[in-house]
């Protein structure tokens, strides 16, 4: 018997299997290439289709806004009515704050003023003592037409008597006290006169 001999150098007959590896690993490179692509091509599609219909959702309401702007250009008593609308939705009635704070007016309070800008009052308030100023503070507290109430400061001042301007004026004999109350109004309940919380 003849023995079998092979005369090839090693490397010319094991690239068979050097070259299905690498080809194997080409193969599963490219299949996690088109998976990534194709999960960033559906996302990036998904992130399309609800641009446009925010797009058509914004064009459809700047129609609408344009056809309101046409109408109120074309029709002022449109503008008009549409502005008293307005008004009324968000009107305070004053006369109602003034009524509330007037109702904890005892002893020596006397409401100096108030303003009223943005859905706050401040209130300035004269007292003769700091006490009364406390229970007035305490008494808006309780109205649900007041969100907030706070006592922002309280000072001491003492009138002028105009006949004795040149004389010296004592602060104990005529002390009182100005206190200035910021409170912040509680649109669900500015129409009612007020009532407890």
């Given amino acids: 018997m003849?023995?079998?001999?092979?005369?090839?150098?090693?490397?010319q007959y094991q690239p068979k299997r050097k070259n299905s590896l690498m080809?194997?690993?080409?193969?599963?490179?490219?299949?996690?290439?088109?998976?990534?692509?194709?999960?960033?091509?559906y996302l990036l599609s998904n992130d399309i289709a609800k641009m446009e219909?925010?797009?058509d959702q914004l064009a459809t309401q700047i129609q609408t806004e344009e056809k309101t702007l046409t109408q109120v250009q074309s029709n002022p008593s449109y503008a008009i009515a549409t502005s008293v609308q307005f008004a009324e939705k968000y009107q305070t009635p004053i006369s109602n704050i003034i009524e509330v704070a007037n109702k904890y007016m005892t002893g020596s309070g006397e409401l100096a003023g108030l303003d009223y800008k943005d859905g706050q009052v401040e209130f300035i308030v004269y007292?003769?003592?700091l006490?009364?100023?406390s229970t007035f503070v305490r008494n808006l507290?309780?109205?649900?037409?007041?969100?907030?109430?706070?006592?922002d400061s309280a000072s001491t001042f003492t009138k002028v008597d105009v006949d004795n301007v040149g004389e010296e004026q004592t602060l104990n004999e005529n002390a009182q006290y100005k206190a200035i109350i910021l409170t912040t109004l509680n649109p669900s309940a500015t129409t009612k006169t007020g009532g407890a919380k």
């Fill in 2 to 11: 003849i023995p079998n001999i092979n005369l090839l150098p090693q490397d």
């Fill in 131 to 133: 006490n009364e100023a």
């Fill in 53 to 55: 219909k925010k797009t």
């Fill in 141 to 151: 507290d309780n109205e649900a037409i007041f969100k907030t109430v706070k006592l």
């Fill in 23 to 41: 080809k194997l690993i080409i193969i599963v490179l490219l299949f996690i290439v088109i998976i990534f692509y194709g999960i960033n091509y």
């Fill in 127 to 129: 007292f003769d003592n």
